[in-house]
Nanobody, 124 residues
Framework: QVQLVESGGGLVQAGGSLRLSCAASGRTFSRYPMGWFRQAPDKEREFVAFISGSGSSTRYTDSVSGRFTISKDNAKNTVYLQMNSLKPEDTAVYYC?????????????????WGQGTQVTVSS
């Protein structure tokens, strides 16, 4: 069983930065591919970023590529999402998620474990 707890959300002006953290329990954390997703009001949950268990492979949705960076510190059982040049359309609840076995990087249905989410609000 893996428990995920996000932190780092908040209110920021457009152009600003935030770093989200996701702390995970479990001794096998280093094996787990991880993802960040977000959900805006009245919209479906969407893929944001992915990182492999080792941290050697990453993927991003087009709208955040070049602005967001996902990273993983296996020694600290933590995955991060550095968000720069934030835009009002980035406003959403951000969730981290983990897969016990890699199946796909962007499909939320293949992720077994989810955090409770953290709110990110970007003002114009």
């Amino acid at each position: 069983q893996v428990q995920l707890v996000e932190s780092g959300g908040g209110l920021v002006q457009a152009g600003g930065s935030l770093r989200l953290s996701c702390a995970a329990s479990g001794r096998t954390f280093s094996r787990y591919p991880m993802g960040w997703f977000r959900q805006a009001p009245d919209k479906e949950r969407e893929f944001v970023a992915f990182i492999s268990g080792s941290g050697s492979s990453t993927r991003y949705t087009d709208s955040v590529s070049g602005r967001f960076t996902i990273s993983k510190d296996n020694a600290k059982n933590t995955v991060y999402l550095q968000m720069n040049s934030l835009k009002p359309e980035d406003t959403a609840v951000y969730y981290c998620a983990a897969q016990s076995v890699f199946r796909d990087y962007s499909d939320p249905r293949v992720y077994n474990y989810w955090g409770q989410g953290t709110q990110v609000t970007v003002s114009s």
